[in-house]
């Protein structure tokens, strides 16, 4: 007997990261934006109205001057863009989204950090 399995979701960062994709038979890139990743996938952004839900996208990251290029399936789709799930060809390409995370979370931490000085140093 073929039993589905609740998956939670994994946790997600949000961010605001311009990129481009095509459909994976496509020629031509389109401009979307990451509002949210995670390791499994991630909110793209987007106006095309194109996409629908099992359809294969390539998705272009450009992390600190490394661009990589990774494999995706659209899972849902509403009027402001669609669930993407990555489907990572190598260990490479898993380091890149852990590096990007890596990198807004830090920086968002940096921020907090420095508000809190500006606040002490004021009050």
């Known amino acids: 007997m073929d039993v589905k399995q609740d998956?939670?979701?994994?946790?997600?960062?949000?961010?605001?990261?311009?990129i481009e994709?095509?459909?994976s038979y496509g020629r031509q890139n389109v401009k979307g934006v990451l509002k949210n990743i995670s390791l499994?996938?991630?909110f793209l952004e987007t106006e095309t109205i194109e996409l629908a839900p099992e359809d294969k996208v390539v998705i272009e990251f450009v992390v600190s001057e490394r661009r990589r290029k990774m494999a995706a399936t659209i899972i849902w789709k509403n009027g402001k863009g669609c669930g993407i799930q990555f489907?990572?060809?190598n260990k490479r390409d898993t380091q890149i989204v852990d590096d990007l995370m890596y990198f807004v979370q830090n920086r968002r931490e940096f921020r907090r950090s420095l508000l809190d000085d500006i606040f002490k140093q004021a009050g």
């Open 7 to 18: 998956k939670v979701p994994s946790p997600r960062i949000p961010l605001q990261m311009h």
């Open 21 to 23: 994709y095509r459909k």
């Open 40 to 42: 499994t996938g991630a």
């Open 87 to 89: 489907h990572p060809f």
